[in-house]
């Protein structure tokens, strides 16, 4: 029987959305092993090549009763107290005492609007794929304990890598003893390094050098400060995937410095260098563009490219601080926020010289170049 034209374009479309659907799907970038053999099963190692930006369903709804209050509340707290405290330091007319009912009006909307989160039941595909992800993950985590296997994001992709822990005990053993940057501590430093950084500012503040309310900028708390800690990403793009190490300072003792100095020299470091620097891959097309459109682009033109071995534990300390130095006198900013050249150094040397981390319960300072991650 002829088909119809009609039937024949709506059957060619459907083909070809099947063949692109299948397309994007085998494209979809797989989990790296790094392994001489594994007990992972396909829908394991599906569920992983996923990556890490995929969206689990909600498994939350699979917990008991009494857990789901819990986190309920926690969140309930949490939330209410942040918005309390930014709302109450806001200047006039935007603040908002913390005696106003309209806080009340708030958290009722807010516990009712978590209740219908956590508490409305998922719809039964809904329930059956979040157990059926939940044992996978379960699975999953069970056999990297089992073989002891590290599950990592690989370092500028977004796929996981596994690989033997005992492996990246080597390659980081290997890379302090390549880079020379890391000194090993015989106490936990937590105490004498809060010590330290509140003396230092203490100091600042007595010999005028910063005001009252700029050392309360920085000044750690106790209660709110960890110790920082040390992590590797896999580079998995190089051979032999080496390590990129990464320091999470977020709550060190020099995080609230380091915020400081930032909000105060990245404004000037925009500024003055936006026309050579390249942000990203957009933006060397466009310098390419402005390259090409000023008459630059020649027959003899050289494009180089060059990667820096260990950059973050290559540069000296002293050295860089001089740098900066260097770069705000030659843009003539003696002072910035009423903060002089010497106490931005001072400041800065103070967050280098202060970086003290655990990893593998040993702990370490780094003595030479600063925190990727700081």
């Known amino acids: 029987e002829k088909i119809p034209v009609y039937r024949r374009k709506l059957l060619r479309h459907r083909q070809l959305h099947l063949k692109s659907k299948k397309e994007i799907v085998n494209v979809r970038p797989k989990i790296i092993l790094d392994l001489i053999r594994h007990s992972f099963t396909s829908n394991e190692l ?12 909600n498994q939350s709804v699979l917990r008991p009763y009494k857990q789901r209050q819990k986190q309920i509340n926690t969140e309930f707290d949490t ?9 109450s330091n806001l200047k006039d007319p935007g603040k908002l005492p913390l005696t106003s009912p309209l806080y009340n009006m708030y958290s009722d909307r807010l516990r009712t609007y978590l209740l219908e989160r956590y508490m409305t039941p998922l719809p039964l595909i809904d329930q059956l794929r979040a ?23 690989t370092d500028k992709s977004s796929v996981f890598h596994i ?10 053993v290997k890379y302090r003893q390549d880079t020379g940057a890391y000194e090993e501590l015989n106490v936990n430093p937590f105490n004498e390094n809060i010590y330290n950084v509140t003396h230092s500012l203490n100091q600042l503040k007595t010999m005028s050098k910063i005001v009252e309310y700029q050392r309360m900028q920085m000044v750690p708390v106790r209660e709110k400060t960890q110790l920082a800690y040390m992590y590797f990403l896999p580079k998995s793009h190089k051979k032999g995937t080496p390590l990129r190490p990464i320091v999470n300072t977020i709550h060190a003792a020099t995080a609230k410095i380091s915020k400081f100095l930032d909000q105060l020299i990245r404004p000037l470091f ?6 050579t620097r390249i942000i990203d891959g957009v933006d060397l097309l466009k310098k390419c563009k402005d390259y090409i459109q000023n008459g630059h682009l020649k027959s003899t033109t050289f494009f180089v490219t060059f990667d820096i071995t260990n950059l973050y534990t290559m540069l000296p300390q ?38 003290v981390f655990v990893y593998g319960n040993k702990f370490y300072r780094q003595i030479i170049g600063g925190a990727m991650g700081s």
Do not use: W
Not at 46 to 57: A, E, M, Q
């Open 79 to 87: 939330n209410m107290n942040r918005i309390k405290k930014y709302m």
């Open 131 to 153: 157990r059926r992800e939940l044992k996978l993950v379960k699975s999953i985590q069970r056999k990297l304990k089992k073989y002891k296997l590290i599950l990592r994001q």
């Open 318 to 355: 002293e050295e860089s601080l001089k740098i900066l130095g260097e770069f705000l006198q030659e843009h003539r900013c003696d002072r910035v926020n009423e903060i002089s050249i010497d106490t931005i150094i001072e400041l800065g040397r103070i967050v280098l010289q202060a970086n």
């Open 46 to 57: 599906d569920y992983l090549s996923r990556g890490p930006n995929y969206i689990r369903p």
């Open 270 to 275: 925009d500024r003055f260098v936006h026309q």
């Open 163 to 172: 690989g033997y822990a005992i492996d990246y005990k080597r390659k980081a």
